[in-house]
């Protein structure tokens, strides 16, 4: 009988040593149901598959934080942002929880909520990373969307879609209450940054993509090289010894496979090929953080429960879970 290797992390002192932050968040965008999306994830029974059939030993608070004591009570649009210092306040208020795990050498599980939370939950990693290793991580950025819209560029004003900009420096903070927070030390750079599974992309963000010089992988490829050639040419391009943050957002499979999503979008990944994506970055060991955002409960009720199996699935299959 072959069995699958055992995953020898590069960057954890323990493998089975994880951190879990749930985030009940949903003002970085519009639609209201994806802050229900974390205890939705953990009633699946989540948590209790990372435990008993993956052997981890899971920190988790036992709360979905709202964030609401951090929440000022006006928040008028700014350079077109919706929002801004709600969501700033937010983000930076996680990225002290993610970097408090992080900083012991876990891995780190962010459960959302919209994409926006990915600032804080990378800033947060980002920055123990360098402290506790010297490192810079990689960012793999699996999503339907490129979400690096700068607030000048934005259609919406949804900061959900401008995260990866606020991260890379793209995207400037007004002041500490509207992203200043975000030191260098929080930033990722352009160069370690990698998108699979693109297909509705802003204009201005093909620009910013063009300019930058920012690896990404649109559905096209996919259907031209296969999800394997694709993930591994995702994988050779940020380095074999790089610390990862995977943030996959859900929208990223094809409505078929997650229709419960604030922004689907048809044409995209299946679930087997998202699995793949999970796998892959597993194999490597190098594995460091996950995000898992944008499951919305409240939306496509009967596809509810799919969706919900659905990310599941890929959260399982980042940290270690084999077919065989």
Not at 44 to 64: I, M
Not at 138 to 165: C, F, K, Q
Request: net charge negative.
């Amino acid at each position: 009988m072959t069995h699958a290797p055992t995953i020898q992390p590069k960057f954890l002192p323990r493998r089975d040593d994880l951190g879990v932050v749930a985030v009940g968040f949903s003002n970085g965008q519009r639609k209201s149901g994806v802050d229900a999306a974390p205890m939705a994830l953990i009633e699946a029974g989540l948590l209790d598959q990372l435990r008993d059939e993956l052997d981890f030993k899971v920190t988790y608070d036992g709360q979905v934080h709202s964030y609401t004591d951090v929440i000022p009570k006006e928040d008028p649009d700014h350079r077109n942002m919706k929002m801004p210092r709600t969501v700033s306040a937010v983000t930076r208020k996680l990225s002290e929880q993610v970097y408090e795990h992080a900083s012991k050498g876990r891995c780190v599980l962010t459960l959302g909520g919209d994409h926006s939370i990915a600032i804080g939950s990378i800033a947060g990693v980002a920055k123990a990373t360098r402290e506790r290793i010297g490192r810079e991580i990689a960012v793999i950025w699996v999503d339907a969307h490129a979400d690096i819209n700068t607030p000048e560029t934005s259609d919406s004003g949804n900061i959900h879609g401008m995260p990866v900009a606020f991260l890379t420096g793209l995207a400037k903070g007004d002041n500490e209450e509207m992203f200043g927070w975000i030191k260098d030390d929080q930033k990722i750079s352009v160069t370690k940054l990698v998108y699979i599974g693109l297909r509705d992309i802003d204009i201005g963000e093909k620009k910013i993509l063009r300019e930058n010089g920012i690896k990404a992988f649109s559905m096209r490829d996919v259907d031209k090289y296969g999800i394997g050639k694709v993930t591994d040419m995702a994988l050779g391009w940020i380095g074999s010894d790089t610390p990862i943050h995977l943030s996959f957002d859900i929208d990223s499979l094809d409505p078929q496979w997650a229709p419960s999503t604030g922004t689907p979008v048809r044409g995209g990944l299946t679930l087997r090929e998202g699995d793949y994506i999970a796998e892959s970055v597993a194999e490597t060991g190098n594995l460091v953080a996950m995000d898992l955002v944008e499951v919305n409960p409240s939306l496509e009720a009967h596809g509810a429960s799919e969706t919900v199996r659905a990310g599941c699935s890929i959260v399982r299959c980042a940290l270690g879970d084999t077919l065989l």
